[in-house]
């Protein structure tokens, strides 16, 4: 089946840093990616939609400059979160949609602790 | 405002029982619904999904029901298994105003009981 992948799987960086979150569909291509975000003992929180070639569409409350999306290839979406700080700590997973099977598949997640 | 709702946090089955969860949606532009399992620290994976178009779509234990007139649809697990003990999500997906929208509901977390 279909696999989305993400790059890297856990991080630790120092507050101030930015981190770059890769996430790749392996065996598709996909026009439309998906950001989420998923705080302990909560849903998945959709963060921003990622469009090839043109810009994300951010979710209300979702600083756009904070987390910065670039879709530069139909299998590639990055999310950069810049300037991090232990409140950004938490748990990102992407997802890329099919679009000739109507279905999205999401990728393993991304830890990232911020200290 | 929540678009997507799945009312039941939690729910404990016995096994060989049969799971039900259940997600109601509130916006008649939704046209296609999934339903994801998780475990914890996973990204969700893929269950089943069902078009607007059906009332029922079917794949080995996991039945998905729609419900459009009420806007609700579940998911039926039977018989239930250890292994389905996980954290369940429903989506639901749709074009309004030349945006796609997917939508998460909140999730139910199911334990089955050996």
């Known amino acids: 089946g279909a696999v989305v992948s993400q790059h890297p799987s856990w991080v630790i960086c120092k507050s101030g840093t930015s981190v770059k979150i890769e996430c790749r569909s392996l065996d598709f291509q996909a026009t439309t990616m998906f950001w989420y975000r998923q705080f302990p003992k909560q849903s998945l929180m959709l963060m921003a939609t990622?469009?090839?070639?043109?810009?994300?569409?951010?979710e209300q409350g979702v600083e756009k400059d904070k987390f910065l999306i670039n879709h530069a290839s139909l299998t590639l979406s990055t999310l950069t979160v810049t300037s991090a700080h232990p409140e950004d700590s938490s748990f990102y997973i992407c997802s890329a949609r099919d679009p000739t099977l109507e279905t999205q598949y999401f990728g393993p997640g991304t830890r990232l602790l911020v200290l | 405002d929540q678009q997507v709702k799945q009312n039941s946090p939690s729910l404990s089955v016995q096994e060989g029982r049969i799971s039900i969860l259940n997600c109601d949606y509130t916006?008649?532009?939704?046209?296609?619904f999934l339903w994801y399992k998780k475990y914890p620290a996973e990204g969700p994976t893929f269950l089943i999904s069902i078009s607007s178009i059906k009332d029922k779509n079917e794949d080995g234990r996991f039945t998905v029901f729609l419900n459009k007139s009420a806007k609700h649809l579940s998911l039926h697990i039977v018989p239930s298994q250890p292994g389905d003990s996980a954290v369940y999500f429903c989506?639901?997906?749709?074009?309004?105003?030349?945006?796609?929208?997917?939508?998460f509901g909140t999730g139910t977390r199911l334990k089955v009981l050996a």
């Open positions: 989506a639901a997906s749709g074009v309004s105003s030349g945006t796609y929208k997917y939508i």
């Open positions: 990622s469009n090839e070639g043109s810009k994300a569409t951010y």
């Open positions: 916006n008649s532009m939704f046209d296609y």
